[in-house]
């Protein structure tokens, strides 16, 4: 019988893709998620959900919960058996987090206690856990590996991040029994290859890529690029940017994992190259044929000057590499943007 994951957040940009692959792979994902960042459709589901079963071609299992809600999740563990739990629910704007850090550590820190005491009461001992790079501060060394130190957050989302990896890491300390694969993301981009699911920001996007792919669809003016005075190449920021699909890959590669009963693992999830903020706006322009206008404005407060990645340790243990780059990645984003001008 088909193993049952539990994805929480698995509505929005990350985890509809992952919920996609885990189908694919011959999972059956159960999504949780509270529309804080997700798109109703019709029948009650999400948007993109509603997508991802037209491209699978068979019903996603879904449920509108808060993960910081324990009864619910009581309630919802009582009607599942689940083998895994796949944990991407959370605040996630760097800027935001700077300015309502409460919130982003009353969602993220108590959503993930409450999911932990839950799985703990139903038995469910597995978790791969949605983490960021962010964790790593700024670098002390490039490229970035798993053994870079961490907790030197430059903002409250990444501090939230850590302090969740830390909980695990104690979890799987005190109770051998727990199995635990937490991947730092580096900055995932473009969409799915049928333009169907994407990223689909609500208001002002906070990150790049959505936002030059909304210049570039006539939705936005232009860009603003936030400092042209950092130690790189051109002075724009230089960041890992990784497909969506090898990302939502990578969760499928560290389920496997967790059948090792690996303990507690950490893996980086990047492609090994930086671009800067001005290569990216090249190659959307190449993918797109359109110009993408940009002003250059005041550096953002918990920004670093470069960030990327060393992903062989993943390779190494997880048989997982990044498969596209760049111009797979603009392309893709590019199609989805076109196909849906306004979002979902």
Known sequence: MAEKI????GAGYIGSHCVLELV??????????NFHNAIRGADALPESLRRVQQIVCQPILFQELDITDGAALQELFSKHRFSAVIHLAGLKAVGESVQKPVEYYRVNLTGTIRLLETMKAHGVRNIVFSSSATVYGDPKYLPLDEN???GGCTNPYGKSKYFIEEMIRDLCRAEKDWNAVLLRYFNPIGAHE????GEDPQGIPNNLM???AQVAVGRREFLSVFGNDYKTDDGTGVRDYIHVVDLAKGHIAALKKLKENCGCK????GTGSGYSVLQMVRAMEKASGREIKYKITGRREGDVASCYADPALAERE???????????MCEDLWRWQLQNPTGF
Request: cysteine-free; hydrophobic content about 50%.
């Open 210 to 212: 959505p936002y030059v």
């Open 266 to 269: 950490i893996y980086n999830l």
């Open 194 to 197: 049928s333009g169907m699911i």
């Open 6 to 9: 539990l994805v929480t957040g």
């Open 24 to 33: 694919e792979a011959g999972y059956v994902p159960v999504v949780i998620d």
């Open 318 to 328: 997880l048989g997982w590499k990044a498969a596209f780059g760049l111009d797979k």
């Open 148 to 150: 870079h130190p961490v």
